[in-house]
């Protein structure tokens, strides 16, 4: 079929009409500025007491092994990669949780996504470090670390520790995040569930965590 001269420029407009129309839909908005107006150290400063009491409330008796996780299925539920955060290798702690703090670290997950992009900032996943932790987990870590402490809120299966310093890009986007970008974001996330009563929340310099317990 033969293409008269007029239906070639015609169609070559449309053609430039189209490709100009994607290139500007897909386009990404600007990074929004980040900000965090606060301090982390006074911000997230709740005590072992705080975690404590509200772990003996709605967690569970300190478990001896990983096996007696296993057999309350009832009671705790299997934590694993989401979208929004990862498992890292756990060395001295279990990935399971009672529901209430299984509910609470989606939460955080999700409310980390949304303000991603809401600040049309590239996809990152938040990195879980530390679980619920057995007694023989307990003295493990005691062998190896004088300092830590033998009641720990982790031994209830309400807490949780998020690396501040680690995050796992989950995205394609060319434009990068500063881990204390991240951390800003984070902290933002985790000062508005604690003032909803939603959880406690530590941070932890020496081990570049937020150590979060559900309310």
């Known amino acids: 079929m033969k293409i008269n001269s007029s239906t070639a420029i015609v169609l070559g407009t449309i053609l430039s009409f189209l490709m100009l129309f994607y290139s500007c839909k897909e386009k990404k908005e600007?990074?929004?500025?980040?900000?965090?107006?606060?301090?982390?150290?006074?911000?997230f400063n709740d005590l072992n007491d705080a975690h404590l009491k509200s772990a003996k409330v709605i967690g569970i008796d300190p478990i001896s092994g990983r096996e007696e996780a296993k057999k309350m299925k009832k009671k705790l539920?299997?934590?694993?990669?989401?979208?929004?955060?990862?498992?890292?290798?756990?060395?001295?702690s279990i990935p399971f949780l009672v529901p209430k703090a299984a509910d609470?670290?989606?939460?955080?997950?999700?409310n980390f996504s949304d303000s991603l992009n809401h600040l049309n900032a590239p996809h990152y996943k938040l990195r879980v470090t530390s679980i619920t932790r057995t007694k023989d987990d307990i003295s493990s870590l005691?062998?190896?670390?004088?300092?830590?402490?033998?009641?720990?809120?982790?031994?209830y299966a309400t807490t949780v520790d998020i690396s501040w310093v680690r995050y796992e890009k989950d995205s394609r986007d060319k434009q990068d995040l500063t881990p204390e970008q991240l951390k800003m974001v984070l902290a933002s996330v985790l000062r508005d569930l604690k003032k909803d009563k939603r959880c406690?929340?530590?941070?932890?310099?020496?081990?570049?965590?937020?150590?979060?317990t559900a309310r």
């Open 30 to 43: 600007p990074l929004k500025p980040i900000r965090y107006i606060g301090s982390y150290n006074r911000d």
């Open 77 to 92: 539920k299997e934590i694993r990669n989401t979208d929004n955060y990862t498992i890292e290798e756990l060395t001295h």
């Open 104 to 110: 609470l670290l989606t939460q955080i997950g999700v």
């Open 142 to 155: 005691r062998k190896r670390n004088v300092n830590s402490t033998e009641n720990s809120a982790h031994m």
């Open 200 to 212: 406690y929340v530590k941070h932890e310099k020496k081990q570049g965590c937020f150590h979060i």
